[in-house]
């Protein structure tokens, strides 16, 4: 038996003129929203104006921290007014939603998102990314999806533009590591309909993403603004539900391999996730062969100023044996779809990515 579900949202300036009405479709009456401090900051006027004069009371208004690791989830999980709260609204970035959709595994709470930034598709999944302490990836967890999304381009348009631009980053590896850990075939139903889903992933941000960066650096919320967001939370989500079932898995692939292992690398600097994914996405291509889309999404990158080298993400030729040796212990590694992964070809196309980078 397969059960499939999806997260509803809404989307526009108004978006949180639907919120009561929501929470009534669950029977809620008590909430407690957590978030980044920038986030809450963002969001919370809103929330707080679509719920008043309501019968729905806000329990606690908290800050998760800063990264979604254990001890942050237990934070969540051990608080009274996350206990006793009918639903969980969950504001930020991707490490403070899967901070709250992993706390809910536990407090077998519903969910609500609210992407302050679109810099990635945690606002829709059903994974969740869990950090150690030192920044290094624990692992994923597999929370339900989030029940609904609630997507303010406005709020968006106004945060930091890094995120924005990371977003697309993360983005453009939907397309292309679902099609490559499905091409071996012989999918059934649900897989399939997320293959055909991540092939519309990709063109929104080629068409969009140059016009959306520049308007999000001016505060402005646009149509780019919305049409990139609806493809980093929606589209690239739904895909990420469809892929990652019990029984198989295809949702991320060598991209988040080598973000994943570069986790694990000491260097200077800090390196957002999408940011790193981008450039994985050209060992991606140079991994199988693709020459043309190698230097379709090395443009794109470049345009964007995305990294096309190593030394963009403060990492070096002599990191790539290492980068080997930690990718073992991927999700993607271990899936191996749709064929087992090696050191000497995953190695080489670090290498030949890189090259091709220096020549941009």
């Given at each position: 038996?397969?059960?499939?579900?999806?997260?509803?949202?809404?989307?526009g300036e108004d978006c949180f003129d639907e919120l009561h009405g929501a929470l009534a479709e669950y029977g809620a009456t008590k909430v407690a929203i957590i978030g980044g401090k920038r986030a809450l900051a963002a969001a919370l006027p809103g929330i707080e104006a679509a719920l008043a004069g309501t019968d729905v009371e806000i329990?606690?208004?908290?800050?998760?921290?800063?990264?979604?690791?254990?001890?942050?989830?237990?934070?969540?999980?051990?608080?009274?007014?996350?206990?006793?709260?009918?639903?969980?609204?969950?504001?930020?970035?991707?490490?403070?939603?899967?901070?709250?959709?992993?706390?809910?595994?536990?407090?077998?709470?519903?969910?609500?998102?609210?992407?302050?930034?679109?810099?990635?598709?945690?606002?829709?999944?059903?994974?969740?990314?869990?950090?150690?302490?030192?920044?290094?990836?624990?692992?994923?967890?597999?929370?339900?999806?989030?029940?609904?999304?609630?997507?303010?381009?406005?709020?968006?348009?106004?945060?930091?533009?890094?995120?924005?631009?990371?977003?697309?980053?993360?983005?453009?590896?939907?397309?292309?590591?679902?099609?490559y850990a499905t091409s071996a075939g012989n999918l059934e139903h649900t897989a399939g309909l997320g293959l055909a889903l991540a092939h519309t992933c990709s063109e929104p941000l080629f068409t969009y993403g140059v016009q959306g960066l520049e308007d999000v650096r001016q505060n402005l919320s646009t149509e780019a603004v919305k049409?990139?967001?609806?493809?980093?939370?929606?589209?690239?989500?739904?895909?990420?539900?469809?892929?990652?079932?019990?029984?198989?898995?295809?949702?991320?692939?060598?991209?988040?391999?080598?973000?994943?292992?570069?986790?694990?690398?000491?260097?200077?600097?800090?390196?957002?996730?999408?940011?790193?994914?981008?450039?994985?996405?050209?060992?991606?291509?140079?991994?199988?062969?693709?020459?043309?889309?190698?230097?379709?999404?090395?443009?794109?990158?470049?345009?964007?100023?995305?990294?096309?080298?190593?030394?963009?993400?403060?990492?070096?030729?002599?990191?790539?044996?290492?980068?080997?040796?930690?990718?073992?212990?991927?999700?993607?590694?271990?899936?191996?779809?749709?064929?087992?992964?090696?050191?000497?070809?995953?190695?080489?196309?670090?290498?030949?990515?890189?090259?091709?980078?220096?020549?941009?």
């Open positions: 038996m397969r059960t499939i579900g999806m997260s509803d949202y809404t989307v329990l606690e208004t908290r800050v998760y921290g800063t990264n979604s690791t254990r001890a942050n989830i237990a934070k969540v999980v051990n608080s009274p007014a996350c206990q006793e709260a009918d639903v969980l609204i969950a504001c930020g970035g991707g490490k403070a939603l899967d901070t709250v959709k992993t706390a809910a595994i536990e407090l077998k709470k519903i969910v609500f998102t609210v992407p302050t930034i679109c810099s990635n598709c945690s606002a829709a999944t059903a994974i969740a990314v869990v950090y150690n302490d030192d920044g290094s990836l624990e692992g994923y967890s597999y929370p339900n999806r989030p029940a609904h999304i609630f997507i303010n381009p406005k709020i968006i348009a106004e945060a930091p533009a890094e995120y924005f631009w990371a977003g697309v980053g993360d983005a453009l590896s939907k397309q292309p590591e679902v099609e049409q990139i967001a609806l493809d980093i939370v929606v589209n690239t989500g739904y895909v990420s539900n469809l892929t990652n079932q019990n029984d198989y898995y295809y949702n991320s692939s060598v991209a988040h391999a080598f973000y994943n292992a570069s986790c694990s690398i000491p260097r200077e600097g800090s390196y957002l996730h999408g940011e790193v994914v981008s450039l994985g996405v050209l060992v991606l291509f140079a991994y199988t062969g693709d020459t043309e889309n190698l230097e379709r999404y090395a443009a794109f990158n470049n345009q964007m100023g995305l990294p096309v080298t190593l030394e963009q993400v403060g990492l070096s030729e002599a990191d790539i044996p290492a980068l080997c040796e930690y990718a073992h212990a991927t999700n993607e590694w271990k899936q191996g779809n749709p064929e087992p992964f090696t050191d000497e070809k995953f190695a080489a196309a670090i290498k030949a990515a890189n090259a091709y980078g220096h020549t941009l």
